[in-house]
């Protein structure tokens, strides 16, 4: 089947009509409001440009009872403005509009689900066209066990709005609903991205493709081979200067990630509670998460990309636990330092040998005024080496500084 993808843009397109943000500014030459069309006939050298997008009249579909009378192309955009904006969520009860425009061949099917409008084709393909969410999405787990009631599976196309929640394609690679041919596509981009090299750098790391408008998919090639991700990134940066967002937003649309977190719980201390809150609620529900230490264990035992935030308060935990802080019990600290230095030596191993993809969070320590205690002058120099070493170890390392990303390439 083939696939015609004539607008890839969020509602007014990308430029947005009157907007003067950054992102407007720079995008060029622009990109058209989404619409697709299923089942086009086009030359097989190149794409077919097509121009316009279903009108706000099309979009609106009254109820879901006669959807074999509905539309092939697919479009959610109406022009800045109109009274009829498209419902982008499926009412769990009653009428839905949905994104439909012409009558469906025979033999086509459309149903809205919890991931978004299935349409399944005369010969069995499947396209998810995934630019809106049922409002229960999220709510309750799925189990895996079907798709719909014919118990059909692996998509051919998904077209999914990434810039919204990248961790939706996750969770259907984790169900085995997105395989290796099943081509994914992203569409609604706007300025929610700053520029056509970001939106074109979070793709590739999601294992999504951009197309220009008026592009042509056919569903019945493979795909495009993703490129291998780095086994290991370390993520440096200082307080709150996106790191942790980028870290999560690597691994977003993985089907399974292990998030290590080596801080403390937060218990007794508001403050760092919220913290802990914040990043908690933000992650995708499907991810699984370990609150530990023992971070060469979990580098060496993981079966799954892991996420590791972050190595500043790993160093500080075993510093705790091995008594090194100065005035601490144990009086002399140099035994102490020693179990310390060993525990980085460990994980510097761990590191070295782990099979899993793994990125890791570290705080850049060297570009602050040096600390005026004997204990913060210690942590900084810990931490410091520990962030040399693995980035000698790392095949990506990357300084995050006010969400701008500097690779630092050897």
């Given amino acids: 089947m083939k696939v015609l993808i004539s607008g890839t843009a969020g509602p007014g397109g990308w ?3 009157g907007c003067g943000c950054a992102s407007c500014a720079r995008v060029t030459p622009g990109r ?16 077919l440009p097509l121009d316009g997008s279903p009108s706000p009249d099309d979009l609106a579909v009254p109820d879901t009872s006669t959807l074999s009378d509905r539309p092939t192309a697919l479009g959610g955009s109406t022009p ?17 509009r949905l994104p439909l425009s012409g009558p469906l061949p025979p033999g086509y099917r459309a149903s809205p ?3 978004g409008l299935t349409v399944t084709t005369s010969d069995g393909r499947r396209v998810l066209y995934a630019a809106f969410t049922h409002p229960s999405y999220g709510e309750s787990p799925h189990d895996g066990s079907s798709y719909d009631e014919r118990g059909e599976r692996t998509l051919d196309l998904v077209l999914l709005d990434v810039l919204d929640r990248p961790e939706r394609l996750g969770d259907l690679r984790r169900r085995g609903l997105v395989g290796e041919r099943t081509h994914v596509v992203a569409i609604d981009v706007d300025h929610r991205v700053p520029t056509e090299t970001e939106l074109t750098r979070r793709a590739a790391l999601w294992g999504v493709r951009v197309v220009p408008d008026g592009t042509v998919v056919d569903t019945s090639e493979p795909p495009p081979a993703p490129t291998p991700p780095p086994r290991r990134t370390l993520l440096l940066g200082g307080s709150r200067s996106g790191k942790s ?11 399974e990630v292990l998030y290590v977190a080596t801080g403390p719980s937060g218990d007794g201390d508001p403050e760092w509670l919220r913290r802990v809150r914040a990043h908690r609620d933000r992650r995708p529900a499907h991810w699984d998460t370990a609150e530990t230490t023992g971070l060469s264990e979990v580098l060496r035992s993981a079966d799954a990309p892991l996420l590791i935030d972050g190595l500043g308060t790993w160093v500080a935990a075993v510093f705790d636990e091995c008594d090194a802080w100065p005035g601490g019990a144990g009086g002399d600290t140099s035994g102490a330092l020693e179990a310390v230095a060993a525990r980085c030596d460990d994980l510097v191993a761990a590191w070295r040998q782990t099979r ?15 600390p005026d205690t004997a204990g913060g002058r210690m942590f900084r120099d810990t931490l410091g080496r520990l962030n040399q070493r693995l980035a000698l170890e790392s095949e990506d390392v990357t300084l995050v500084v006010s969400g701008r990303l500097l690779p630092l390439p050897l």
């Fill in 15 to 17: 430029p947005s009509p």
């Fill in 32 to 47: 058209r409001a989404t619409s697709v069309v299923l089942g086009v006939s086009a030359p097989a050298d190149g794409p």
């Fill in 80 to 96: 800045p403005g109109d009274s009829m904006t498209p419902n982008r969520s499926m009412p769990p009860n009653g009428p839905a």
């Fill in 113 to 115: 689900g919890p991931d």
């Fill in 245 to 255: 967002a980028e870290a999560e937003l690597r691994l977003a649309a993985e089907p």
């Fill in 356 to 370: 899993s993809r793994v990125v890791a969070v570290s705080d850049e320590v060297g570009l602050g005024l040096v």
